[in-house]
């Protein structure tokens, strides 16, 4: 009986070992958003992609990434929602314990004094003041994360692009942007640059792996 309690422990195990390296929690992070090709994963993820095939090949061992060919490409993807969902629930235990964590995390949010009137919203509440266009969301993330999917009501204007399209924003209306979650720094980057320019813009943390974890509507 101890030799099988010993077998089902390491099995668990598994997980924790595949998911103990920080740049195979960001490719995990950049997978919840869409599948992509190795070197589009190297590419966002900063490193080679010798190294994150290898990184790859440990998530696969442990059956949290999928693959399918797609002609001459083999695409990446999670194997199932829960594995965005566990991502999800790790970074959330993490930032709830780890002090350090949290000090990291509010030097990413910009404008913070401003934010008060969007956080007497709840999720909801914005999903409903944007269906009725009293809120522009703006996903700033690269086009096929939007296509993959994204929140509802939202508009796609990736980041790289954003400047020279500014004039295609309506004047007058709050611009809340999100990107790929807590730890992506393009949604502050997309705020920075709105309120330069006279918009009243707003960042939310939280993008689609948070609101599906969270059991809210995701645009697929």
């Known amino acids: 009986m101890r030799e099988l309690k010993n077998h089902l422990y390491e099995q668990v195990a598994r997980i924790g070992k595949a998911v103990a390296s920080p740049k195979r929690l960001e490719l995990i992070e950049l997978l919840c958003q869409s599948e992509k090709t190795v070197e589009m994963l190297a590419e966002q993820a900063g490193i080679s992609v010798k190294l994150t095939s290898a990184h790859l090949k440990e998530l696969r061992q442990a059956r949290l990434v999928a693959t399918r060919k797609d002609g001459k490409y083999v695409l990446y993807r999670l194997a199932s929602s829960g594995v965005a969902d566990l991502w999800v629930s790790l970074r959330t235990q993490a930032e709830a314990h780890l002090l350090e964590l949290q000090h990291a995390l509010s030097a990413i949010v910009s404008h ?12 909801v509440g914005i999903l409903e003041k944007a269906a009725s266009g009293e809120v522009l969301v703006l996903d700033v993330r690269p086009g096929e994360e939007y296509a993959a999917a994204h929140l509802p009501y939202a508009r ?27 730890f992506c720094l393009m949604a502050r980057d997309a705020v920075v640059l709105l309120r330069k320019h ?8 939280e993008g689609v792996a948070e609101w599906r974890a969270h059991g809210l509507p995701i645009t697929e």
């Open 198 to 205: 006279g918009y009243r813009a707003f960042q939310l943390s």
């Open 156 to 182: 796609s204007l990736p980041l790289a692009e954003l400047r020279q399209r500014l004039a295609e924003l309506p004047p007058g209306i709050p611009i809340v942007a999100y990107c790929r979650g807590p």
């Open 112 to 123: 913070q004094d401003q934010l008060e009137e969007l956080q007497e919203l709840d999720s």
